[in-house]
């Protein structure tokens, strides 16, 4: 009897999941409501069309990479390896900065263009979407932080993987939009 309950328990969505699960899911409404004003808006008279920089095409890459170090470190925390674990978490961190970077770069870029958030309608759902995003991966490297100085700030009792499996979890969500607003972008704009 006891096994089938520890094995119920093991597959219940654990509340914190749920919890961000329930948060990405708002998130996402978000920017589907802002893609969605966006396509509504792109037939305006004042709706000006230009290149999205290359530094955007870098971050999306880098981003990308980050997935897969954040993925690694989840099976490394998991198989208990701690010092790959904090490598593969250093490299996300890295990799998050380095992200960052890259669409300040392109923003740099585009006013170099005089393409502002003061000019034409596109101009600030690019500016207004793009910042929406890397204010939520600056959230993510925070939480990431977090995480990483708890798993290593004192010994545990019990080695529990929930924090970052939740982290990682926000972090491929974090990713994944950056994905879909970049393919947007790119129908949208030009290459």
Do not use: C
């Amino acid at each position: 009897m006891e096994d089938i309950t520890l094995i119920e328990q093991r597959n219940r969505l654990h509340p914190r999941k749920l919890m961000m699960w329930m948060a990405m899911a708002s998130m996402f409404m978000v920017f589907a409501g802002l893609t969605s004003a966006f396509i509504l808006q792109s037939g305006s008279a004042k709706w000006v069309i230009f290149k999205l920089p290359i530094a955007f095409w870098f971050s999306t890459v880098v981003i990308m990479a980050s997935s897969y170090t954040m993925s690694k470190a989840v099976t490394f925390f998991k198989s208990r390896e701690k010092q790959r674990y904090k490598t593969f978490v250093s490299f996300t961190l890295i990799l998050g900065i380095l992200f960052i970077a890259l669409q300040l770069l392109g923003f740099a870029d585009l006013y170099k263009q005089n393409i502002t958030l003061q000019g034409s309608a596109s101009n600030g759902f690019l500016f207004i979407i793009s910042g929406l995003h890397i204010a939520h991966m600056v959230g993510a490297i925070i939480a990431l932080v977090i995480v990483y100085l708890t798993a290593f700030r004192k010994k545990v009792k019990t080695y529990n993987s929930t924090s970052i499996e939740i982290m990682s979890l926000f972090w491929h969500f974090v990713d994944g939009l950056w994905i879909y607003l970049f393919i947007f972008f790119l129908l949208n704009f030009k290459l």
